[in-house]
């Protein structure tokens, strides 16, 4: 397993708006592997320790697709 797992709730109306936040996070340095699920509006985020909360946040609010919620290790974070 990862050292780090992000979750977030991110607002998806249609399959390019996932295909949006997919191409995102594609290639992201740290990101080990990740999940979107447009039926749940989830993105799940396997990261190594080298890549914080905080920037994959960044990274996914840069889309402008509406970020409501965002957990770090199963722990509640700020978005």
């Known amino acids: ?17 996932s295909g949006v936040l997919e191409d995102a996070l594609k ?4 990101i080990e592997s990740f999940e979107v699920s ?5 993105i ?3 990261a190594n320790s080298s890549l914080s909360y905080e920037v994959v946040l960044a990274i996914l609010k840069e889309t402008g ?15």
């Open 1 to 17: 397993m990862s050292p780090n797992q992000y979750k977030f709730s991110v607002q998806m109306g249609c399959a390019g708006c």
């Open 27 to 30: 290639g992201v340095d740290g």
């Open 38 to 42: 447009l039926e749940h509006e989830t």
């Open 44 to 46: 799940l985020v396997n």
């Open 65 to 79: 697709k509406p970020v409501h919620s965002g957990e770090a290790n199963g722990q509640v974070r700020d978005v």
